[in-house]
Every structure is written in C-alpha cells, then in structure tokens.
C-alpha cells in the first residue's frame, strides 16, 4: 500500500456521461498530480494542485475538471465522455509544491468507456 | 520544451543478465531526473532519483548516473531477476516555473528463467 487511495478501481460507463474519480494523497502531502496512462500516449500529466489551489495544469481537456478539497482529497470530474478517453488514470501525490521529491502514486483507476 | 527519450521495448533478457535501459532528456537548467517502476496491475513506484549532475541514484541492485554532458540517466542492474520484469519509465522534473514530470514512454522488460 503506497499510502495513495484512488477509488473505484474499475469504472465501466457508456459514451457521453460522466464519471468522478477520486484521491486522497498520503498522509502530510500537500500537492496532488493527476495523470492519464493510455496505450498510444503513454502517461500524460492533467493538473495538479498544491493545498487546494490549481497549481499547474497539463494536456487536460475542457470536458475534464478537477478539484482539491480542504481535507487534501481530490476529484477529477471526466464529462461528455468519449471512447478514447477509456485510460488509467493515476493520482499522486508529493510533500511540497515541486516534483523534485518525488511522487507516490495510487494504483490507479481504469475507465472503459464503451 | 522539455522531453524525455526512452529506448523502445520490450527488452527481454535472461537472469542474471546485465541489463541498460537507456535514457535521454531535454531541458532547460538542471532538472530532477527519476526513474519509476510499474509492475502488472499496480501504480508507478520511485525507483531511484539524482537531483544534481553527477549524482549516481541507487536502488534494489539498480543504479542511474546523471550525466549533464550527455544529458542521459540510463539504468543499469548487474543481474536481473524474473521479479524485476516489469515496465521502467524515465522522467524529469523542472528546476523551477512547473511542478510537474515529463515521463518517456517506458521501457517494458521481461526477465525469463
């Protein structure tokens, strides 16, 4: 158990709904990463936040939204979904605000969208 | 921009072999360099990590240099073992204005009896 808790493990849903996948970061981390994982673009990074406020964002798209709330948990919101947005979708998590410390990552959520 | 070079898998060994799994990056200034291990099923682990040219990151029998000349971080192991298959990512992290990694797209090794 890398200390990284990501729920649900599986989510199977059809074309154009939407899915909230979430994380709670190991203990005392402050920052969160969202990554997706997919076959033909390998791990591209979302968003992060640091203590509840965006703090770098990535390849996202406009149909995805994430969040970071009080408790440090986060969200990411996955909406008008589309096949080839079925991916693994990881969250880590660091102590500070830069990544030079290293991630620990959840194992992760996959999301088949048929 | 900054990006990371991985050389292509799968890479399939015997054990006990030597294994290299080669790395390259492009940056601006001097990045944090990783590699992270991802076995079957499972979320990406830290393998090892050198934040400053010359630093050699060690562990579990693995080992990396960063070489700011060469701009690489390549992975070595003495001997492989049937547990170390599993799929290797290269990644850096910037010094300053982003927090987030730029990984390669991994290196698949399998490690036959």
């Known amino acids: 158990d890398s200390g990284v808790t990501q729920t649900p493990k599986h989510l199977i849903t059809a074309t154009g709904q939407r899915v909230t996948l979430r994380c709670s970061p190991r203990?005392?981390?402050?920052?969160v990463y969202w990554y997706q994982q997919s076959l033909d673009q390998g791990l591209q990074f979302l968003i992060q936040y640091y203590n509840g406020e965006e703090r770098a964002k990535g390849n996202i798209l406009e149909r995805f939204s994430a969040q970071q709330f009080p408790d440090l948990h986060s969200e990411l919101n996955l909406s008008s979904l589309e096949l080839g947005d079925s991916a693994l979708y990881f969250c880590?998590?660091?102590?500070?605000?830069?990544?030079?410390?290293?991630?620990?990552f959840g194992s992760g959520t996959r999301l088949t969208v048929v | 921009g900054n990006s990371v070079t991985q050389m292509e898998g799968p890479v399939t060994l015997s054990e006990e072999a030597f294994l290299t799994i080669n790395c390259t990056y492009t940056a601006t200034g001097y990045p944090s360099l990783f590699w992270y291990v991802q076995y079957p099923g499972e979320g990406l682990q830290l393998l090892l990590k050198?934040?400053?040219?010359?630093d050699k990151g060690s562990n579990k029998g693995f080992e990396a240099t960063y070489r700011k000349e060469t701009t690489s971080f390549h992975l070595e192991k003495g001997s492989v073992q049937v547990s170390d298959s599993a799929v290797y990512f290269c990644a850096l992290s910037a010094t300053s204005g982003t927090y987030k990694y730029i990984f390669g797209t991994g290196t698949r090794l399998k490690v036959l009896a």
């Open positions: 203990s005392g981390d402050l920052s």
């Open positions: 050198a934040t400053k040219a010359d």
């Open positions: 880590a998590s660091s102590g500070g605000g830069q990544a030079s410390y290293g991630y620990t």
